[in-house]
Every structure is written in structure tokens, then in C-alpha cells.
């Protein structure tokens, strides 16, 4: 068979103004670029892409762009470009890969093959950790080609590397035909092993996310010909991370100390951390050790202080490397205390299975059940909680969570209600109210007002050691149970939708 050459590189990240500089969003394009150069100038078959080519699912018109532009020279030199979607620009639906397939630019990867002569190229795009366990084979059924090599490209975190969630030799076992390499993304760094006679490589990322990614980047260059496959990997040139050791000592010159050492140092266009240790009695300025590191001409200045644990360029990039969005918005929702409904909708427009247009109608269909089995007969109290009232003339006795309704309680100036009533009596004044003094208490509508007269809801809830009195004028108080008798009796409450929704 032919020989066929490929470069594996992903994580390129484009568009990620690390440290907030626009110049260090150029040095990830800048480093993606050198390896568009480097296929064209070694004339490679062609380039694989492992995921995560941008930083965000929402880049910029000129990462946009910028991307398209790189594309278009693998295009115009013969060269293609077979690309998986990463996590960090995964959308729920169409995917910025799609754009630059309709333009001719990019070839999607997935379960129908790609070949290059005997190879056979197939991809996965990342998989959320909680949907692992989920994931159907079955999708390769049928795909297997006479090819003699099977090359699947993946992103993901998986056994027997470190931070693995996805035991890399199911996936083999599980794929329903032979497969010989495995290209992945996601992990920064350069890792190679064999599982089930298979090559198993990480690229590692073409530029520096964090300050933990201190080997050179790199991407891989696949041999496979007819004494087998063969993977070495080739340095890229980037912008030097400078890490500068500064031990001080107890006494009064700890400025001296760092002044010396970064003096030793050549740190000009360089992202710059200085990593303070030993007395934690030396206190430093770390503003005035900026400027200092800002006039020998670093990029980037910053300072990380192990003796106390602060940093002032926090890598906030370490957080989310290996990180689900999904399981961070799942425990955002949880804290919503969303109703059965809302859930329900949550879920109808997050899955990725379901096509924006037709949400409508899926959220119509599910809420339809989901109605279905409610029972309306179903008394649900209102949660309402007695506050006692300020001393200001006219004074509410309820108070409404929100969500909740509640009819206001109102009287004219000598008829304020007072703390102190007991359940008792509350039951007698409820049943005593005419029906002029309550609402149709529907949507959290509050009703209009009345005088003379202690308006109150049948779910109004009292402590049991608690009375209300109402204040007459002659200042004498009088129980609320000795008002006047005769009246019609309340109305039955109106259920609210809303209530069980």
C-alpha cells in the first residue's frame, strides 16, 4: 500500500484572550498556523483535527474568520481537513464544523468512513461524562470497508491516561470492527500507549492553556504504511512561560531580593510569574512588583505568592479544562427549585436530540401528559407565613412568599390589626367574612380594597399561641371572634395552574 502521512493536532483553542490580552489570543492562532504551514510544506495527506478548534461556542466573527482563512490554504494546497467537534465549542445542534463543511473547507468526521487509499478514518464527538454509559455502538453497524487500517478520532478523557472517564478499551471492544489508532483531543499533553495492539495517542494542545502546561506543544505526525503505523511527535514554537523562584529571608529587604533576581532574568515579550516562598513575615507590594516586571518588558506580569496561596493571573483555564458544562448547569438547576414543569421544559430544551423547531411541539406534547395526570381535585395550599405588622395605622398581616397569593388585610386607622391572634378565633372570623371581602384570588391578583372591615383568607397560617385583635376606638380590644355574624360564606378557592405546574 501507499504511504500515507496525517497530522493529528486539536485543542488549538482558537480566539482565548488568555490573562485578558488580545495578544495571547494571536499566539493561539499564531500556533495553529505554524501547523497549517508545516502540512502544506511537508506535502501531508491530510490533517486531523481532535476537537476543541475554538475556545468557546460562541467565538467571534474574526476567530470566525480567522479559521475560515487557515482552512482555505489546506483547500487551495490539495490537503483536507477531517475534524471532530471538542466540548468547548460543542453547540446543542449545528455545529460550527457544519459552516465550514457547507463551504467545502472542512469534512466532519463521524460513523460513515473517510478513506486515504487503505485507511479508514471514523470520529466521536465529545461526549458529556454522564452520557458515557449511554453511548450506542450500534450507530457503527454496517460501516466496517474492506480498508486495511481503521483510524478513530476521538475527544475525550480516557482510562488508562489520567483523569480517564471513558475506559479507552470498551470503546475498542465495543466498535463492531477492527480498529488500529486511536487520534485523541482534550488532554494538553503528548501521550502515546498501546491497548488491544492498538496506538493510542494524545497530540497535546498547540498553545499553552494554564500555567500547569509547562512542556513544549506539539502535535503528532501518523505513518501508516506497509510496515505499520508509526506516531512521532514535533515540537511547536511558542510564547516562553518564565517561572521565577524568589525565596525570601527575614529582614527588611525583600524588595532587594526580588530586584536582584528578576534582574537575572530576560523576560522581555514573556509571560512572566514570579513564585514567592519562605518568610511570611517580608510584605511586598504586589502592584509595585507588576511595574517592576511591566518596565524590563514582560507580556504578561504575574505573581504567585505560595506562601499564602495567592495568585494574581488566577488560571480560572484550570477549572474548566476538565470539566462537563452539562453537570455545571445541571447543579445550577437543582438550586432553582424548579416545579415538575419546569424541569420538564429544562430538559425538552437542552436535549441535544431535539431540533430548535421542534421544541414547540414537544414541550405541547409532554405538557399535555404531564397534565393529564394531575388530579385538580387536589387541594394545594398556598404557603403563606403571618408577619406581625409595624405600628403605621393601616397593616398587612400576611406576607407572600414568592409564587404565593394572598389577599391584603386592611382596615381604616382605628381598625389596625394587632399581634396576637389565636387559631381559634381565625377559623370563627373566616367563616364569618362576606364574600365583598374576598377575591377571586386567580394569577396572584390581589383583590380591591375594602374599610371597616378585617379582610382574611381561608389559608392564612398562624402560630397556635398567637391572637389578633382589632383596635376599636375607645382603645378597648376586642377578640376578632365577637365581630359580626350572618354574613355568606367565603368563597371556595380557584385553583392556579400555575399551582402544579
Known amino acids: 500500500m501507499d504511504e500515507i502521512r496525517i497530522i493529528h493536532t486539536g485543542d488549538t483553542h482558537l480566539g482565548y484572550r488568555q490573562y485578558h490580552s488580545d495578544v495571547r489570543r494571536q499566539d493561539f492562532l499564531n500556533a495553529f498556523s505554524d501547523v497549517v504551514d508545516d502540512a502544506i510544506s511537508m506535502g501531508v495527506d491530510a490533517v486531523v483535527h481532535a476537537g476543541d478548534l475554538f475556545d468557546s461556542r460562541n467565538p467571534t466573527l474574526d476567530d470566525i474568520l480567522d479559521a475560515m482563512e487557515l482552512f482555505s490554504r489546506l483547500k487551495i494546497a490539495g490537503i483536507p481537513l477531517l475534524a471532530i467537534v471538542g466540548n468547548h465549542e460543542s453547540k446543542q445542534s449545528t455545529q460550527w464544523l457544519d459552516l465550514y463543511s457547507s ?26 461524562k454522564t452520557k458515557i454509559p449511554l453511548f450506542d455502538f450500534s450507530v457503527f453497524d454496517g460501516k466496517a470497508t474492506d480498508a486495511k487500517y481503521n483510524v478513530l478520532v476521538m475527544h475525550q478523557l480516557v482510562k488508562p491516561f489520567s483523569f480517564g472517564d471513558w475506559d479507552i478499551k470498551e470503546v475498542i471492544d465495543s466498535i463492531p470492527f477492527s480498529v488500529h489508532t486511536v487520534l485523541l483531543g482534550d488532554n494538553h499533553k503528548q501521550e ?7 496506538w493510542v495517542t494524545y497530540c497535546g494542545s498547540t498553545e499553552r492553556n494554564s500555567t500547569s502546561e509547562r512542556e513544549p506543544r506539539s502535535y503528532n505526525i501518523v505513518t501508516i504504511g506497509e510496515s505499520g503505523i508509526e506516531i512521532s511527535k514535533r515540537v511547536i514554537p511558542t510564547r516562553e512561560f518564565v517561572f521565577i523562584p524568589v525565596t525570601l529571608t527575614e529582614g527588611p529587604n ?18 512572566v510569574f514570579l513564585e514567592i516562598s519562605g518568610d511570611v513575615k517580608a510584605k511586598l507590594d504586589f502592584s509595585e512588583i507588576e511595574k517592576l516586571l511591566l518596565s524590563r518588558g514582560a507580556l504578561v506580569p504575574g505573581i504567585k505568592d505560595l506562601r499564602t496561596g ?7 483555564s484550570m477549572k474548566v479544562t476538565f470539566s462537563d458544562p452539562d453537570d455545571v448547569v445541571k447543579e445550577e438547576i437543582k438550586k432553582m427549585d424548579l416545579t415538575a414543569g419546569g424541569l420538564l421544559l429544562d430538559d425538552i430544551i437542552r436535549n441535544p436530540m431535539i431540533v430548535k423547531t421542534r421544541v414547540d411541539d414537544e414541550a405541547e406534547t409532554r405538557l399535555g401528559e404531564l397534565l393529564d395526570k394531575i388530579d385538580f381535585i387536589d387541594y394545594v395550599p398556598a404557603n403563606i407565613t403571618y408577619v406581625p405588622p409595624l405600628n403605621t395605622g393601616k397593616e398587612k398581616v400576611a406576607q407572600l412568599n414568592e409564587g404565593d397569593s394572598v389577599v391584603d388585610v386592611e382596615g381604616t386607622e382605628e381598625e389596625t390589626v394587632k ?10 372570623a373566616v367563616s364569618e367574612v362576606p364574600d365583598s371581602a374576598v377575591a377571586e384570588n386567580v394569577n396572584g391578583s390581589v383583590p380591591a380594597k375594602t374599610t371597616n372591615k378585617a379582610e382574611v383568607t381561608d389559608n392564612l397560617s398562624v402560630a397556635e399561641n398567637e391572637e389578633v385583635y382589632i383596635k376599636e376606638k375607645d382603645d378597648k380590644k376586642k377578640p376578632v371572634s365577637e365581630t359580626k355574624k350572618g354574613h355568606d360564606p367565603v368563597k371556595p378557592r380557584q385553583y392556579n395552574l400555575g399551582d402544579y405546574l
Open 192 to 198: 502515546i500507549t498501546r491497548v488491544n495492539e492498538a
Open 254 to 271: 525583600a524588595y532587594e531580593v526580588v530586584f536582584s533576581t528578576v534582574m537575572e532574568h530576560d523576560i522581555a515579550e514573556k509571560v
Open 103 to 128: 463551504l467545502g473547507l472542512v469534512t466532519r468526521l463521524g460513523t460513515e468512513p473517510y478513506r486515504l487509499g487503505d485507511v479508514a478514518l471514523y470520529g466521536i464527538d465529545s461526549v458529556p
Open 419 to 428: 399581634e396576637g391572634i389565636s387559631v381559634e378565633d381565625l377559623k370563627t
Open 310 to 316: 495567592v495568585d494574581t493571573l488566577a488560571d480560572l
